[in-house]
C-alpha cells in the first residue's frame, strides 16, 4: 500500500494553462504539505494544511492554490503555468504536534513549455 | 530568513567505507531534526531523526549527531553500500510544527566500487 500517492508522475503542459495535481494519504495523518524542489535539488515548503487551516508560505504565487476535499486529500491547483513553474512538486504528510517525521509522495515532475 | 545548509554538494566514498554529511544550522527555536535519503526519481524517504533534548541517536548504520552549542548536525553511515548512493538531506522542524520541514541543500553521496 503506498502511504502517500499523488498523481500524475510526470505532467507537461503549455504556458498559460491550469492544472492540478492529486494527493491522497492513507496513514490517518492530519496534516499535509505541498514542497517545490527545483533544478537544483533544493526543496521548499510551499503549503501546510491542518484541519482547514492553511498556512502558505509568502514566497509562493497565488496562482498557486490548495483544495482539500477532506483530511485524506490535498490537491494542488495551478493557474496561468508560468515557465517557472518546472519542477518537482512533493506531497507529504505528517501527524502535526508528534514530532514524527513527514512521509513524501513519489513526486509530480512538471514540465511547462 | 533562517535556514538549513549543508557543507558539501558531493561526496564520493568506497564501497565499505564510512561516510559523513554535514550540515549547519541557524535556527536556534529548531527542536527536532531529520535526515532524509532521496533516491532518483523518488520521494525523500526518512532515515533517522533527533530531538532537540538529545545529542546522538543510532539506527541501522546509521548515526545522527546534534551539536546545540555550533548548530551542527551529522549523519555517518557505516559499511556503505552500493544501495546508499543517493542525496542526502537534513531537515529542522520548529516547535509546533505546523509550517512543515525546512530543508538544507543536499549532498549527493557517491559510493565508488
Known amino acids: 500500500d503506498t502511504a502517500v500517492s499523488q498523481t500524475p508522475k510526470y505532467l507537461v503542459t503549455q504556458m498559460g494553462n491550469d492544472k492540478s495535481i492529486k494527493c491522497e494519504q492513507n496513514l490517518g495523518h492530519d496534516t499535509m504539505y505541498w514542497y517545490k524542489q527545483d533544478s537544483k535539488k533544493f526543496l521548499k515548503i510551499m503549503f501546510s494544511?491542518?484541519?482547514?487551516?492553511?498556512?502558505i508560505n509568502e514566497t509562493v504565487p497565488n496562482r498557486f492554490s490548495p483544495k482539500s476535499p477532506d483530511k485524506a486529500h490535498l490537491n494542488l491547483h495551478i493557474n496561468s503555468l508560468e515557465l517557472g513553474d518546472s519542477a518537482v512538486y512533493f506531497c507529504a504528510s505528517s501527524l502535526r504536534g508528534s514530532k514524527s517525521e513527514a512521509f513524501f509522495g513519489q513526486g509530480t515532475r512538471l514540465t511547462v513549455v | 530568513g533562517e535556514s538549513v545548509g549543508l557543507h558539501l554538494p558531493t561526496l564520493s566514498v568506497q564501497e565499505g567505507d564510512n561516510s559523513i554529511i554535514n550540515c549547519a544550522y541557524s535556527?536556534?527555536?529548531?527542536?527536532?531534526f531529520i535526515w532524509y535519503k532521496q533516491e532518483s526519481g523518488k520521494g525523500p524517504q526518512f532515515i533517522i531523526d533527533i530531538r532537540s533534548n538529545m545529542d546522538k541517536r543510532q539506527g541501522q548504520r546509521v548515526t545522527v549527531l546534534l551539536n546545540k552549542t555550533v548548530k551542527h548536525l551529522s549523519l555517518q553511515i557505516a559499511a556503505t553500500q552500493p544501495g546508499d548512493s543517493a542525496v542526502y538531506f537534513c531537515?529542522?522542524?520548529?516547535?509546533?510544527?505546523?509550517?512543515?520541514?525546512?530543508f538544507g541543500k543536499g549532498t549527493h553521496l557517491i559510493i565508488q566500487p
Open positions: 494544511y491542518n484541519n482547514k487551516e492553511l498556512i
Open positions: 531537515a529542522e522542524n520548529m516547535a509546533g510544527g505546523a509550517d512543515g520541514l525546512t
Open positions: 535556527n536556534s527555536a529548531s527542536d527536532y
